[in-house]
């Protein structure tokens, strides 16, 4: 070889390791991209599958740096493509199972809380408490009445055909609306309420009062509120005694108060002669001798505050034979020493 040919050789077609590896190469690339091109499925396209489908292409063309090799892009999954493993779903099952729990517990609180709401109104409805009536608006219902009767109106119709009639009942109507406008008339700054409860009151006390004349209790009523009166008027004035016992400590003083109760007052007959009158007292054969001894102090101490005058206007009372046939009263706590 001339040195001609030998320069042109080596400045213009020569020959280096390097190229060759780099051709290899290129040709190497191409061929990865054109299998994957042939084993690529085909699949719905979306605006989110295609360019994902764009950046892998970019990311298989482009040439593999050092700097590109450290950079990672993290791709968003598709719903359709997603495979959970055995943890995830673990951890979702245990999600879903605690969402369970704090249902079932709010629907067990919600409960509670019907059950409150609803028993509070219970005992609103039963606490509420019914319209105080003045004395004056319950006798003007008894003149409205009377005088409604005297006037042409028709007597309230309690009872007809063994069925309980009320004072808004029909056949009650017009008597009714003329008590109402009779009161309303003498005092018309009382609310309608006051006295519409203030008629019923007496609608119910005519119906009760009808209603034992037509089964004859009407004797045996007003014996025993007589002697229901009584035995209330012992009581009253022995425990109004009590504070006056100069010789009783405070300790002894509360409790006989504790125990001054209408149903531990003996019973009264009253019996008429023409020489006399006088009471019978009925004894308790469950009271104690100390309770009673502690009544007879009572009783003596309220004959000396008396004055002459009380003193013999007062019925005298004689202990009677035969001992009472109430039944022993309920025990309360405290009350022991009052029985036998």
């Keep these: 070889m001339s040195n001609s040919e030998a320069v042109a050789f080596s400045s213009g077609d020569s020959f280096h390791p390097s190229d060759a590896s780099e051709s290899d190469s290129s040709q190497e690339e191409d061929s990865v991209y054109s299998e994957f091109l042939r084993k690529r499925k085909p699949r719905t396209s979306t605006p989110s599958a295609s360019k994902t ?19 990672h892009v993290p791709e968003t999954p598709t719903t359709s493509g997603t495979n959970l493993s055995l943890g995830q779903e673990n951890r979702i099952i245990d999600y879903l199972r605690s969402i369970d729990r704090k249902i079932d517990c709010l629907s067990t609180e919600v409960k509670k809380l019907r059950e409150k709401i609803s028993s509070s109104k219970d005992c609103r409805r039963k606490e509420d ?12 219902v008894h003149d409205a009445y009377k005088h409604a009767i005297e006037d042409g109106s028709e007597e309230w119709v309690t009872k007809m055909a063994d069925k309980k009639m ?9 008597t009714t609306e003329a008590v109402r406008r009779f009161v309303k008339g003498l005092y018309p ?13 007496y609608f119910d006390s005519i119906s009760q009062k009808n209603h034992k004349e037509s089964t004859g209790k009407v004797d045996k009523h007003k014996m025993k509120m007589l002697h229901y ?35 531990y007052m003996s019973s009264e007959e009253e019996v008429n002669s023409d ?32 004055s002459s005058r009380s003193r013999r206007q007062k019925i005298k009372r004689v202990k009677g034979n035969n001992p009472s046939e109430r039944p022993k009263p309920t025990l309360r706590d405290g009350h022991e020493w009052v029985f036998v």
């Excluded at 408490?129 to 003007?140: F, V």
């Excluded at 400590?249 to 108060?257: I, M, Q």
């Design 53 to 71: 489908s764009k950046q892998r292409r970019s990311r298989v063309l482009t040439p593999m740096t050092p700097a590109s090799q450290e950079l």
């Design 129 to 140: 408490p019914k319209p105080t009536i003045p004395p004056r608006i319950r006798t003007a």
């Design 166 to 174: 009320k004072v808004s009942s029909d056949e009650n109507k017009e």
């Design 189 to 201: 700054e009382v609310q309608d309420g006051v006295i519409q409860a203030a008629v019923g009151r």
């Design 229 to 263: 009166s009584r035995r209330k008027r012992k009581l009253q004035w022995r425990t109004s005694m009590i504070s006056k016992k100069t010789g009783w400590d405070e300790e002894k003083k509360r409790r006989v108060r504790d125990a001054m109760d209408i149903t």
């Design 275 to 306: 020489e006399d009158s006088f009471f019978t007292v009925k004894p308790l054969p469950w009271r104690s001798e100390e309770f009673s001894g502690i009544i007879a102090e009572l009783d003596s101490k309220f004959e000396k505050t008396q």
